[in-house]
């Protein structure tokens, strides 16, 4: 199985830039495409999909967010930062089944 | 516009089957590069997948739960239904189901439903 290793917690100052990082056990990238993908999951809520293919914004997401990274590692950006994105971000792999999940990171306020 | 909703029983007891149902509307499953899968999340913890059902009937497994778990489909009344065999209070959590878009990620998913195994 790969394996998605996130980091549990990150704080941040409102108005500041948020990074938040997966790195995966092996490649998950096929030539130029990069099968991770990243969800925004907030207390009582469904996950929600804000990146697919590591850099690809999804629908209705507002631009503060954007990926980036390829083979191994992947990054999701927030900048800047609003009050409104207090919530746990999980990265998902589907290069290969099964299709995991990262721990999750949750994000807080400085 | 895509919904779906994940139906199940609540409560059950350690040893029976558990039997979950996503009712969708929005998309065809038997269109190309579509599928509808099943996730969980015990309580305060992370998300765990648990199996994919694809366009052509393909089916993807958790290998860690596959010997539990049987996906399967209703095209023509929109539903897709898991059963988890023997389940046990690990299996306490919340059930989502979700649209599997090409590239197997999941971009709109059910409110999810709370299913609690205890006796």
Redesign the interface.
Known sequence: ?IVLTQSPVLAVSLGQRATISCRASQSVSISS?N?M?W?Q?KPGQ????LI??ASNL?SGIPARFSGSGSGTDFTLTIDPVQADDIAAY?C?Q?RE????????TKLEIK | QVTLKESGPGILQPSQTLSLTCSFSGFLLSASSVGVGWIRQPSGKGLEWLATIGWEDVKHYNPSLKSRLTISKDTSNNQVFLKITSVDTADTGTYYCAHSAPYWYFDFWGPGTMVTVSS
């Open positions: 199985d495409i099968l993908h969800y999951q469904q996950p929600k999909l697919y293919r999804a999980y998902q589907s089944s099964p299709f995991t999940f990262g721990s999750g």
